[in-house]
């Protein structure tokens, strides 16, 4: 947890492995092997459609993992702010269900599992947006589904959240709430 200014505290995000980029980056370079082949077995190709089309894919593929890496939890004053790949959800602590927050591993709590993605960016063991799970709406940031805090909202919405220490963000949470 590191402390910013004297009324935002910023929680760590609990890491997700590099190696889920591969995720990402397979399937771009089939892409690549199949444009550059095609393109060497076509007339109609010209080696300009090459100088145009893979540079744009690793572009793509460039800001999709910078994407993966911007991730942030932050408590600024009473308004919860998390940041996670192209989305930002801001959320007044006062608009929290705090005691019906629960830590769970979405192993074992399949009802609280992102489910069909609405406008979101996600691989496997990694979802970051707006989902819906159990046919409410859920805004997540998992990068570590074993230990999940689960914040409720007073609209029947919910946040999925993935920090290192998810007791300490709860604990800051209720701390807040009571001020």
Not at 113 to 120: D, L, M
Not at 158 to 172: F, I
Request: hydrophobic share 45%; net charge positive; proline share 6%.
């Amino acid at each position: 947890m590191n402390a910013r200014p004297d009324t935002c505290k910023e929680f760590a995000v609990a890491p997700a492995p590099v190696w889920r980029l591969l995720w990402l980056w397979l399937p771009m370079l089939g892409v690549a092997v199949m444009i550059v082949a095609t393109t060497l077995q076509s007339a109609q190709r010209t080696p300009m459609d090459l100088a145009i089309t893979l540079p744009f894919l690793l572009l793509v593929s460039g800001v999709l993992s910078w994407a993966f890496f911007r991730r942030r939890i932050e408590l600024q004053g009473s308004e919860l702010v998390v940041t996670s790949t192209f989305y930002r959800r801001r959320t007044a602590v006062s608009a929290l269900q705090l005691d019906r927050a629960r830590i769970v591993d979405l192993a074992e709590h399949a009802e609280f599992k992102p489910g069909i993605k609405i406008n979101g960016f996600g691989m496997p063991g990694f979802q970051s947006g707006h989902y819906r799970s159990g046919g409410k709406k859920v805004f997540c940031l998992v990068t570590d589904a074993s230990r999940v805090l689960h914040l409720p909202l007073r609209d029947g919405s919910a946040l999925l959240l993935s920090p290192e220490n998810p007791r300490a963000l709860l604990d800051a949470l209720n701390a807040q709430a009571t001020r």
